[in-house]
């Protein structure tokens, strides 16, 4: 494996010990934004190309490759063409749901869940959500999308304080992104997900792909990683729309194009 630019000492060492003993490395990468361009649409979104074979290929080379999404498993799997791709994990709702070669492990759906879905369609008439606000239903979680909204910022901006009421009254949390707001059941994050993969992985070194104010959990479960003694290298799927992760990121590619590029390079 050959070296791309890592702008931070602890993002060296990181990738050092990937490069170095690459059959004790964990790599997981976000989905939505990191794998696959952010659509308007969601049900639009699908995975670069170039992403099935390159993680078919990684996967034969490290400990463990995972995805880790706030989408149901199922979804990224089929959005991401990944289901024949062996020795791969997929996290999904935040690591609710674990998918791992064909089968599904899922709890049932959270009660705060199905409240949520019987008042949100009735808070978003009464805060008049303009149009092009959607409702994305994800099962074990509810998504509301103000991408193709005249301004989102001022529609992202309207929704934020009564989400987290509503969250707050079902006994949810409320997860922002990239103009969206997602009630899902609390005590699950990508940060978790990272940890328990780690854990699973007994991995001598963690890599983490992401794009999103999601993402930021899974980029401080590797901080405390690397603070225990396990190097790890954060790697952010830029963007104009979250600077926060790229402030916190090792290395910062040019969204899911500039992903496959740095795998490309990676796996030489």
Known sequence: MSAPAVRTEAGRAGLAALRAEPQRALVAFDFDGTLAPIVDNPDDARAH???????AELAKQVAQVAIVTGRPAETAVDYAGIADVPGLVVLGHYGLQRWEDGRLSTPAPDDGVAKARALLSDLLDDLQAPDGTVIEDKGQALAVHVRRTADPQAAYDLLTAPMAMLAARTGLTVEPGRYVLELRPAGFDKGRAV??????????????????????AAFEAVAGLRAAGTPGLLVCSGSDEVPELARRADVVVDGPEGVV???RTLLG
């Open 195 to 216: 940890r328990v993969l780690a854990h699973d992985a007994d991995a001598g070194s963690v890599t983490f792909f992401g794009d999103d104010l999601g993402d930021l």
């Open 261 to 263: 590029d740095f795998l």
């Open 49 to 55: 190309p170039d992403v099935a074979p390159l993680l």
